[in-house]
């Protein structure tokens, strides 16, 4: 099993930053891709971006592309997501996935743990 956790969501304003972070634990080393994810109220769980495992192939959904930034600190077992010139349409719960696959994709079947979420509010 993995356990995930993201944490630094929060209330931010339009053209503002934020970096969320996702601290995986148990058995990380099987679970290699970490995918994020948002899911805004009324609407579908989206995939946003993502990170293979050794070779830390990236990946970004056309929608955000240019604006978000993966990145991964093995021995700290976080994943980090940084987000810039956020939008009021950012505005979601953000989750982490660890899926199994040695690549990543942005699809949530392919991920089989997955963290709480944290809140993320664009407004001003």
């Known amino acids: 099993q993995v356990q995930l956790v993201e944490s630094g969501g929060g209330l931010v304003q339009p053209g503002g930053s934020l970096r969320l972070s996702c601290a995986t634990s148990g058995q990380t080393l099987d679970y290699p891709a970490i995918g994020w994810f948002r899911q805004a109220p009324g609407k579908e769980r989206q995939g946003v971006s993502c990170?293979?495992?050794?070779?830390?192939?990236?990946y970004y959904a056309d929608a955000v592309k240019g604006r978000l930034t993966i990145s991964r600190d093995n021995a700290k077992n976080t994943v980090y997501l940084q987000i810039n010139s956020l939008k009021p349409e950012d505005t979601a719960v953000y989750y982490c996935?660890?899926?199994?696959?040695?690549?990543?994709?942005?699809?949530?079947?392919?991920?089989?743990?997955w963290g709480q979420g944290t809140q993320v509010t664009v407004s001003s």
């Open positions: 996935a660890a899926g199994l696959a040695m690549w990543c994709g942005l699809a949530p079947d392919e991920y089989s743990y």
């Open positions: 990170i293979s495992g050794t070779a830390g192939n990236t």
